[in-house]
């Protein structure tokens, strides 16, 4: 496993620490509350274990948080531009998505896509 990807999972687990400090939970009542030991708990916050997809959704859901919570303020070690691997797409366009998703309002939403649209035409 490379070095970015332990970065990102110690990341992932610090921001599950935070969010569960924050709730005054301890690591044994979300171990319970997922159906797993406190021990796992621990090896997630430490990035010392892989979360899965899977089981990153539900600990947002049980911590009551997006599952973007857990990437905010990841230290962006790409270059700007650069294609991610196996035709991922650029660092930019993913942070885009996800301030994207963030905005609650539907109006906002949906003028922000329609001005989106407007550049792309007139640059075509």
């Not at 274990?49 to 859901?61: K, P």
């Not at 997006?66 to 035709?87: N, R, Y």
């Amino acid at each position: 496993m490379g070095g970015r990807t332990k970065r990102i999972d110690k990341h992932v687990g610090e921001r599950i620490r935070l969010r569960r400090t924050e709730l005054g939970l301890t690591q044994e009542q979300l171990a319970e509350a997922l159906g797993v030991s406190y021990q796992q708990i621990q090896k997630y916050e430490t990035g010392a274990n892989r979360i899965s997809a899977g089981r990153i959704l539900e600990i947002a859901r049980k911590l009551s948080v997006d599952v973007g919570f857990f990437f905010e303020d990841l230290p962006d070690d790409s270059q700007p531009g650069q294609v991610l691997e196996h035709g991922g797409r650029q660092r930019s366009a993913i942070e885009l998505v996800r301030k994207f998703a963030q905005i609650k309002d539907p109006e906002v939403r949906a003028a922000i896509a329609g001005l989106v649209k407007t550049i792309v035409e007139r640059a075509d």
